[in-house]
């Protein structure tokens, strides 16, 4: 045999190996490859789309959080005044029941004023029935000069 017959023999031979992965093995490969390819492409969108959805997710959450400190503020801006409210009642309340114990007192020590004065009247006018008394040095019968007596009252 020569080098030309083994030569075109491998050529055929190449040639046919070359035929037969065209045909046979090399499609599986290149759509084994393009599946993949289209897998990595389907996640990189998905993940795209993932970030995007997760940067409105964010700009939700942002916007639900500066509602709530709003909403928060608003509340404890009214609990405050509410408060103050409460307080500023109270404090009428209380103003009001201290110049009603004042008045009652004030009523309380009248009162004890005009007994006071009323029961200085009655001594006073037994002392003084009594040093009429002393100084007539005869006894005064009370239910005779109870005239007397209620005028010397009313003096008083």
Known sequence: MSITGT?????????????????????PIAKALDERAQKVADGLAAADKAKSELAAANQRVEAELAASRSEYTQRLADAERRGQQIIEEAKARANDEGAKIIAAAKA???QQTVQAREALRDEVAKLAVRGAEQILRKEVNPSVHADLLNRLKTEL
């Open 7 to 27: 030569l075109i023999i491998q050529i055929i031979v190449f040639l046919l190996l070359v035929a037969f992965t065209m045909k046979y093995v090399w499609p």
């Open 108 to 110: 309380e020590a009248d």
